[in-house]
């Protein structure tokens, strides 16, 4: 349960750079930084909690995430020629990220007796939900809803820990196939530039 | 009470399919769609249950809503080119979906001892909080804010649902009376185009 | 705790004029108003209630927010042509919206047994959720994350609560103390227009 509490701390870090680098972008000042670095960490974990009446939420109950967050942001103004969005450390983190909040969420989904489907979105939800409030505080149309299998590779990876959950598989087992999941497709997606089908644009005229 | 679970998940039907439409034509990929399916059917339900500590919260309550809203995606896929958003059937069942969120949304709000204006509002926040969050999620101004005489059709239909309610009528009528007056307000409104008073723009210069 | 109560309501008039000043100007119709106008008034508070788990939520659970709402949505259409957003009057109520805000959500938030720092995020929320969430459904980028020092008066208010709190001084003194703190340091930073800090754009390229 220790490395998955530094992967989950890794992966709030790496979401937290995400959201600040989107802010500065738009030219935020610093609270509009830290917010949107804040919303973009935890915000899947909180809005999970908040659906499934698990008080208190995420970041109450554990003052680490925020003091996370408040380093990440320290961070990205200190080193923000150095970190690139798109570079190698900074995917990886995010992936990590991603892997970690999805198993959690099925994790306290079905910790909260909730329908193994229902699980599998929260599962969703605590991974997803950060960008989605990120790009509407930002007034973008959420990336996830155009690019990349982001939310394919989570919801394969949900599946992934669902099914070595019930198989009563070892626990490092269920995390590493869990993690390994969601790491192999995202790396597949962007190299490959996978995307799901579309329905077509034109059918619905303009 | 049957008859208005099977309204409920009709009308949860015709929302679903009006995001996936709203989605679509946005170029979202099938998971975008899915989810802004997902918000516009159970958002307001789900704003609601967690407005009023309504736990579990629809979707989460009861998987029917899940499934009718996979059905509605794969349906919008599959016959896109038949379904036309505006077209009789559709503005039919989205009505219908109108008139039972609001009476649904009265109900629980009176169920869970609220004072019958909070209630009032409840049944408002389930029937049009869906279609603002769909908006909020394609980055489009909320169309509620701008058009039709759409949410004051679930407000009266909400208060003749609370005067019934109050004169204890029978419970027929009480569901008879709402629905007739959310479908034939809308039906009107959308026959003569009607408006709520806007404050004059130039009132405020540009 | 009268005095504070006549506050709170100044503050959620205030808020509420914000809020169906910016909807008019969008030229929404009246129930938009209304919405936009009760979003900005109690929205904040509302985060805050469902965050923290504290039901029932404000306004649910003390409809003196609705009605004032209302009337300051009434007195918006009556009044418009005399009502300036950036006047002295609106100003001033805006502000002490603000201080009041803080100073309730802190307090909330620490007779929910929250560590204070926690408490502390609790009084930013009340105090600028409400404006978010205005802006997020009107579909601009929220001014709090670019403009005046709005979030740091109401930050700086809520740690002189925390401090006058902690050193057991009497509520009258808190309660001055922390007004004078958010209306001072808003005042400062619109006359001498000063901002945070921001990331340079042109690091990032375009």
Not at 118 to 125: P, S
Not at 178 to 187: D, F, H, K
């Amino acid at each position: 349960m220790d490395a998955i509490y530094i992967l989950d701390i890794l992966g709030t870090f790496a979401f937290a750079i995400s959201g600040a680098l989107v802010a500065s972008r738009r030219n935020f000042d610093l609270f509009g930084v830290v917010i949107i670095a804040f919303a973009t960490a935890v915000g899947g974990g909180m809005t999970r909690d908040v659906l499934i009446d698990a008080h208190p939420i995420n970041w109450i109950g554990d003052l680490n995430y925020i003091w996370t967050i408040l380093v990440a942001v320290a961070c990205t103004y200190l080193f923000r020629s150095k970190i690139a969005p798109l570079s190698k450390t900074m995917f990886l983190f995010d992936t990590i990220g991603l892997g970690v909040f999805t198993l959690l969420g099925v994790q306290k989904g079905l910790n909260y007796d909730l329908h193994p489907f229902v699980a599998l979105v929260m599962g969703m939800v605590s991974s997803v939900m950060g960008g989605v409030i990120r790009d509407v505080l930002t007034n973008r149309v959420p990336l996830i809803f155009k690019k990349e299998i982001y939310a394919s590779a989570c919801l394969l990876g949900g599946m992934v820990y669902l099914a070595t959950y019930y198989f009563e598989l070892p626990y490092t087992i269920q995390f590493s196939a869990t993690m390994a999941t969601v790491i192999i497709i995202r790396i597949l997606a962007v190299k490959y530039k996978l995307q799901l089908p579309r329905i077509k644009d034109d059918v619905f005229g303009k």
